[in-house]
């Protein structure tokens, strides 16, 4: 009795196993937002916006902690006016750069065939079809000058300092043009949004037109209600990028100028945290 009894007990055994490690799966919770995330996550651009935003969200914590730790110290609740975590975080900050200006060796072929399929399969509307080329030849200087600089960064190639910061300014200049394009990109897409938006007004004075005719030649309700829907996500998303851009500009313009623009570092910071929230929300968005 007991031979055939040790095959019943191991399966019982295998399969109560099994309950366990698949309890750990049931008990992590489903979610549209969890499984967009992911999604992003997967992706170079969502992997590198998600280190950017931790990146701004440390660099705006630091000052912070230490402000805090000269308060408590002012108030002798600290022995020294230091913050014990935030050399620590600084170290975080330039490992998450470092990292993203390595991811950045790749960025170049992905960019190759960005301008390569404009002319594939070009815009309809010229004026988005020139800023959109001169964007590509702008990433097209980016990449090489970035990827050199990293290098006399890293000791990887000789390089004096100065060469590294001239590679640096023009990098930043070619990356200020692309933000600059982008705006006027968003200009020209706003007018295409509000031709879109003239047209769903037609077609619900249309539909009025037809309700009471037996047979409807109008747009149907469903047309109506998604083309609304349509607009208004790409209304949204116009309104982030917009915001996205107008904050990554003025950092543009500071790293542009070899004495820079702006003698406050923390304001940069601000900018830059802003702008990539938004950038981040309007991908997220997108996926949704």
Do not use: C
């Not at 600084?90 to 002319?119: C, H, Y």
């Not at 594939?120 to 001169?134: F, G, M, S, T, V």
């Not at 790409?234 to 003025?250: E, H």
């Amino acid at each position: 009795m007991a031979i055939h009894d040790s095959p019943m007990k191991s399966k019982a055994t295998n399969d109560a196993a099994l309950e366990i490690l698949g309890s750990v799966g049931r008990l992590i919770p489903t979610s549209p937002f969890l499984e967009r995330s992911a999604r992003y996550i997967s992706t170079y651009g969502g992997s590198d916006k998600v280190l950017t935003v931790l990146q701004y969200t440390l660099k705006l914590l630091v000052p912070f902690m230490e402000w805090r730790a000269r308060l408590q110290h002012s108030h002798g609740k600290r022995a020294r006016p230091i913050s014990n975590s935030t050399s620590s975080l600084v170290k975080l900050i330039g490992l998450i750069g470092d990292s993203q200006m390595l991811f950045r060796l790749l960025g170049l072929l992905p960019t190759m065939n960005w301008a390569s399929g404009l002319e594939k399969d070009p815009n309809p509307n010229p004026r988005l079809l020139a800023i959109e080329r001169l964007q590509a030849l702008s990433m097209l200087i980016y990449y090489p000058l970035d990827n050199f600089y990293f290098f006399g960064k890293h000791s990887l190639y000789p390089m004096t300092t100065q060469r590294q910061t001239n590679l640096s300014l023009w990098a930043t200049r070619a990356w200020a043009a692309y933000v600059a394009l982008s705006l006027l990109h968003l200009r020209e897409d706003v007018n295409v949004l509000e031709q879109r938006g003239q047209t769903l007004r037609t077609m619900i004075k249309e539909q009025k037109e037809t309700k009471d005719l037996v047979v409807s030649t109008g747009p149907s309700d469903s047309d109506i209600k998604a083309e609304y829907q349509a607009i208004k996500k790409k209304r949204s998303a116009l309104v982030l990028d917009f915001i996205a851009n107008l904050f990554w500009f003025p950092q543009a313009v500071h790293w542009s100028l070899e004495k820079g623009f702006f003698g406050n570092e923390h304001l940069l910071s601000v900018f830059g945290f802003i702008a990539n929230i938004a950038s981040f929300k309007k991908d997220l968005d997108a996926l949704a």
